[in-house]
């Protein structure tokens, strides 16, 4: 068995990219179905439209979000699985705290 001494460059992007507040909560509020950009703006809250914008397209360059042309914002097929794969990571961080209580 090969011992790491690090984590792999792929396990670093994929951390990098949910340890970022805005990124993960704008993957939470997404949905496959495309909602309105003052929709999902309303929907993260504290975060400033041009932030939004900025987290919007890079989360779209990395194919986890698609936009239309009237400005709306959906989750790729991608995207939907990086969502329930926080959801999984939320729900074991919540069962961690309840033992610990």
Do not use: C
């Not at 792999?8 to 951390?15: A, M, R």
């Not at 003052?38 to 360059?61: C, H, P, Y």
């Amino acid at each position: 068995m090969m011992v790491m001494r690090d984590l792999n460059i792929g396990t670093k992007v994929g951390l990098e990219l949910l340890t970022n507040k805005w990124n993960a909560l704008t993957l939470s509020n997404l949905t496959a179905v495309p909602v309105d950009f003052m929709v999902l703006r309303n929907r993260v809250r504290g975060i400033s439209t041009l932030k939004l914008l900025t987290v919007l397209a890079k989360l779209e360059q990395l194919d986890l979000v698609i936009s239309t042309s009237n400005y709306t914002y959906g989750l790729t097929d991608e995207g939907m699985t990086l969502q329930h794969d926080l959801a999984h990571l939320e729900s074991w961080g919540n069962r961690v705290i309840t033992e610990m209580g």
